[in-house]
């Protein structure tokens, strides 16, 4: 078996790309051996900002021969009325490479069993690897010198080794060979002599190709850092990953600022660590300190250049954040609900103050119905929009919410207010945390569903390729957020509240509840089966958590012969029939029976035992369907034994639509 290497080597890569790349070169490689039926063990795709890389291990040096039946042309065309091949049969014939014996005739046509003879596996790489590598998909692909072809940055040189040998390919105006480049400070040609030698010699040269080895060398070179401090490092995951796709060898570097940067919010001198330079933020006991990480792509001991260029950086960054801070601050966060009447919400839809005028409605409303009369609630809805005038979310808009946090704490205002503008953005992605408290998880209600609404009112559902404003992450936040509170909120009558509250009239109440349905069985079909998602998706938008409980109870249970007869009942019900049942009408015992059975189910019950219940009463069901002609002839008997049908048919609709299931 063999062992294949490919290396494109690059300008420096967005890091946003890096990662759609590996996916892209694994499938396309994966899909291109296993549609040549060449065998291998396994497809490694390496990356650093200079190169990607895919080795395949167990290569087969051939594709398989392979037997092919092909069909020629009708009998009579193949063949003339002495029974001799035509024209057409020799043609068909001699294409193939075939000898009259070869040929047969089934359901009137000629046939034949061919072999297709395998190719080697280097002819194949050369023919394929190329359009791999071209196909490769994303924004902002560019075009250099003479080239018509593009990709994500200009190709600098190719490796492409199989085993000991080059397999000469060609991607655009390059052509492989067997050197490599190092890190730009160490070995400027490097001879990569076989595959399994990749990785350790371009470790030599001062280069980690291995992404998950680099980000682990990461972690442990902060901590280690940040360990001789008496402190801990801070990231997020997608710090960690740009720092791991901007680096090909990376150096831990302690710099330091001053520590009056301290004074302005914490989320300020992070974010601008993080999101703007990359940096990774140290604390003590649980707070910021004046120190960072930045991870250097550098070769050498003298330290001093880049930690100053560092903090002169930084430093400017932190004192235009000051002098941010200090300016907005001058006034009170309430002064700044007022200038939300020269920010545009979204065209049509009035401005970020008629949005924040609506969300106080519809928190005040949804407050009322939970039962919560805290003045903080309508406090918050007020001002949870007003940081966005500020100077500072102006320049660091990611921080919107937290700041607003800040300056209502310099304000003076209730804690509950300011952790419920912060909180009410939560969730911010699929993956952290909703609102602890009850004003940020009202509010954030509120305001995501205005935002849904106006979108659909507005004509601008999201669709496969578009999203806007994000209401897919909004709904998600919505369903999360009640979930996680456990809220009794009657979501169908807020949307319709919402819809109403818009400037612009549109009925699409209808579209705005299935598409939080759609989230919803998505957000749990990871955790139950989609058929009984499907199935409790009745009565769903007026209680969530009601709708998780019947959902949780029917996954556990196992209730076949209630479900077949359900589903029985629902056949035969094209339509409710809703008239009263009369006893009089009985013919059968069992008629009888059903109905003292379907009397007895008691919906007060939890869930789990009124299923337990419907399973109880279901042999009265079955003995009813035995003993009872539904269709009699009588038309009022007929019609009575549809009506206790019927009412059979919503006792089971409390848990679910059975007929999906």
Known sequence: MSKYLLEIGTEELPYKFIPSAIEQLKSGFENFLNSNKIGFDKVEVYATPRRLAVIVGGLAANSPDEEKIVKGPIKKVAYDENGNLTKAGEGFMNKNGLKPEDLYIENDYVYAKIVVKGKSVVELLKENVPAIVMKLQGTHFMRWG??????????????????????????????????????????????IGHPDDYIETMRNACVIVDQNERKQLIIDKANKE??????????????????????????????????????????????????????????????????????????????????AG???????????????????????????????????FQKGMGSVYDKTQRIIKLSNSIAQDLGVTSPTIERTALLCKADLTTSLVFEFTELQGFIGADYARVAKEDERVCEGIKEHYFPLNAESETAKGIEGQIVGIADKLDTICAVFADGKKPTGSSDPLGVRRAALGVIKTVLDAGLKINLEKYIDMALKLLPVQKDCAEEVKEFFNQRLIILLSDKFDKNILEACAIRTLCDLTDYVKRVKVLSDADCSPMLESANRVIRILKENVDVPVDEKLFKESAEGMLFNAVKSLDENLDYGD??????????TVEKFFTDVLVMDNDENVKKNRLALLTLLKKKYELLADFSKL
Request: with cysteine; charged share 30%; proline share 4%.
């Open 146 to 191: 003479y080239n018509d072809e593009k990709f994500s940055r200009p190709i600098k040189w190719i490796v492409s080794v199989l085993d000991r040998d080059e397999v000469k390919i060609k991607i655009i105006d390059k052509e492989s060979s067997i050197y490599s480049r190092g890190h730009r400070f160490a070995q400027p040609k490097v001879l």
């Open 226 to 307: 940040a360990e001789k401090l008496g402190a801990v490092v801070r990231y997020s995951d997608d710090l960690l990953d740009e720092v791991t796709f901007i680096t090909e060898y990376p150096v831990a570097v302690v710099c330091e600022f001053d520590p009056k940067y301290l004074q302005i919010p914490e989320e300020v001198t992070v974010t601008v660590m993080a999101v703007h330079q990359r940096y990774f933020a140290l604390y003590k006991d649980g707070k910021l300190i004046n120190k960072f990480i930045t991870m250097t792509n550098y070769i050498g001991d003298e330290f001093e250049n880049i930690k």
């Open 310 to 344: 560092n903090v002169r950086v930084i430093k400017a960054r932190l004192d235009d954040a000051v002098f941010f801070f200090t300016e907005d601050t001058k006034k009170p966060l309430a002064d700044y609900v007022d200038d939300l009447k020269g920010v545009t």
């Open 610 to 619: 009124y299923l337990k219940a419907l399973i109880t009463v279901n042999p």
